[in-house]
């Protein structure tokens, strides 16, 4: 594939640059797969997104820098950002109050991910350094696959809602204790002090992005006082302060994915007034989101594949599922859903995806041999459960019955008139 843009180089010299013409073209790709395989297998238009992008990376595309830096680590960034800003903006904190269970529920399966990753890699003769941070990574979920696939399928009902809610606080605790490992990698041990250095980092990633949301929220609850929701105007200042945000998050010291969504949560309580994202905003967040998708599985296709990878990789991912379902089990009593709910919650919570990618750039950019390490493992899982989590969490909301839209293929017929999309 490399020779072939290098011919194709040698002759088209676009204003904009050739890597531009060529993300257009894969993107273009990727929305016209996602709809033919949504339109005749019933499959959510990311897998679609995600098996072009990993078809890309494994033919050679160079779109793609590893690690992530500039314009291709900001759009990421942006990406997850906005989809955890409005996954944050679906949670109200007073639930937790009413129904804590909610919340004991989540820190059990996130708990019993980071022990039995853990242990499943500690097993495989993974040293500590690596088998640690990839155990965090686990712990994250992937609401921007969660919500597409809740959309593509139609759903609404408890599972679909407590696999959302779950997913987004895990990516929560994933955050915030990643991005401190990031920063404690070229930090010696040091015995008894190492609690105390691996406090501070925690606390100063979560007090800068909380200090970075708490702004956005208030600026964008002034904006909501005197803009309407659905305005053009009212979109275009979101997005633009939720990129400011970002990028002082990040500059500061702080999660720029990590102020957003505590920034969503913010704003849904000081406006807890229902309000829907504009309909300019929804397109702009699919084409993030699309490109987000892509990204993430042109880059992660990059990966060594060999057979002892392999065999870590399988490890990982079927530790996490059986820690994911476990651990929702275990807190399932008294939280107000049945046990079959709670097997399909965990379920729909095996997708990883953007936010794993960007720990891992974090990973690697902090230390170049450890981030190495464990992005050869990190990076095939993450390809692996982008693809088929996406599948798992659309059978589990059929199976759970709360789609609206039958899962058959679409076709056309005579009396039928033209299939729209939703």
Not at 207 to 220: I, K, Q, Y
Not at 356 to 378: K, M
Request: proline share 6%; charged share 10%; hydrophobic share 55%.
């Amino acid at each position: 594939m490399n020779e072939v843009l290098a011919i194709w180089a040698e002759w088209i010299k676009p204003s904009a640059g050739l890597p531009t013409v060529q993300w257009s073209m894969l993107l273009a790709l990727a929305a016209a797969a996602g709809h033919l395989l949504n339109r005749y297998t019933g499959m959510p238009k990311v897998v679609g997104y995600s098996l072009v992008g990993g078809f890309a990376g494994l033919a050679g595309f160079s779109g793609a820098v590893w690690p992530l830096q500039g314009t291709g680590l900001f759009l990421l960034e942006l990406g997850v950002a906005v989809v955890l800003f409005e996954a944050g903006g679906r949670i109200p904190l007073r639930w937790f109050r009413h129904n804590p269970m909610v919340l004991v529920q989540s820190l059990a399966e996130s708990a019993l991910t980071f022990i039995l990753v853990y242990w499943a890699l500690h097993a495989m003769s993974v040293r500590e350094a690596v088998a640690e941070p990839l155990a965090l990574l686990a712990m994250a979920a992937s609401p921007a696959v969660l919500s597409r696939v809740a959309i593509d399928t139609r759903a609404a009902g408890p599972v679909t809602e407590r696999a959302l809610v779950l997913s987004t606080l895990g990516t929560l605790y994933a955050l915030t204790l990643c991005s401190a490992r990031a920063g404690m990698m070229h930090r010696p041990d040091s015995g008894v002090t190492s609690v105390l250095s691996t406090l501070y980092p925690v606390l100063v990633v979560l007090g800068l992005s909380v200090v970075v949301g708490a702004a956005l929220a208030l600026m964008l609850r002034t904006a909501l006082r005197v803009m309407s929701p659905t305005s053009e105007n009212t979109a275009i200042l979101l997005l633009a302060l939720i990129a400011a945000g970002a990028a002082l998050a990040a500059h500061f010291g702080g999660s720029a994915p990590l102020a957003a969504l505590l920034g969503g949560m913010l704003l849904k309580q000081l406006n807890p007034r229902p309000w829907s994202w504009p309909r300019q905003m929804g397109t702009a967040s699919s084409m993030l989101t699309m490109l987000m998708f892509v990204l993430v599985s042109v880059v992660a296709a990059q990966a060594d594949w060999s057979g002892p990878v392999a065999g870590l990789v399988i490890a990982m991912v079927v530790a996490r599922m059986v820690a994911k379902i476990a651990g929702v089990a275990i807190g399932n009593v008294g939280s107000g859903a049945s046990w079959k709910q709670a097997l399909w919650v965990g379920c729909a919570m095996s997708p990883m995806s953007s936010v794993a990618l960007l720990l891992v750039s974090q990973f690697a950019t902090a230390s170049g041999a450890l981030g190495r390490q464990i992005a050869s493992v990190a990076l095939p899982a993450i390809l692996l459960m982008e693809v088929l989590g996406a599948v798992l969490a659309t059978v589990a909301i059929y199976r759970a019955g709360e789609s609206s839209k039958p899962w058959a293929p679409l076709t056309r017929g005579p009396a039928s008139g033209p299939v729209h999309e939703p």
